[in-house]
């Protein structure tokens, strides 16, 4: 069995950092790529960042410049730096990810889901 794990989440203030991860755990046999999400109440979740197992990257034009996804593939773990933190980027963060299990295709899996919330 596969589980996402996110670390826990915070209050900040606005124009402070914070740093989340997401451990993959399980059976896994490979994963492939690895994002995070946000939401918030009466909105669709959105796709916040993107890394591919060969590390490139992609992001939603808001966090351009401010959020920074990494992995560490050794250890199936994603990472979400934020820096700039603004009170619109207060949202429920989930992280998603690409996995193969021994004896399964490629299917998605998602973390429970941390509270971010910027403080004005």
């Known amino acids: 069995q596969v589980q996402l794990v996110e670390s826990a989440g915070g209050l900040v203030q606005a124009g402070g950092s914070l740093r989340l991860s997401c451990a993959a755990s399980?059976?896994?046999?490979?994963?492939?790529?690895m994002r995070w999400y946000r939401q918030v109440p009466g909105k669709q979740r959105e796709l916040v960042a993107r890394i591919t197992s060969g590390g490139r990257t992609n992001y939603q034009d808001s966090v351009k410049g401010r959020f920074t996804i990494s992995r560490d593939n050794a250890k199936n773990t994603v990472y979400l730096q934020m820096n700039s933190l603004k009170p619109e980027d207060t949202a429920v963060y989930y992280c998603?990810?690409?996995?193969?299990?021994?004896?399964?295709?490629?299917?998605?899996?998602w973390g429970q889901g941390t509270q971010v919330t910027v403080s004005s």
């Open positions: 399980g059976s896994i046999f490979s994963i492939n790529d």
């Open positions: 998603n990810a690409d996995i193969r299990a021994y004896g399964l295709g490629y299917q998605g899996y």
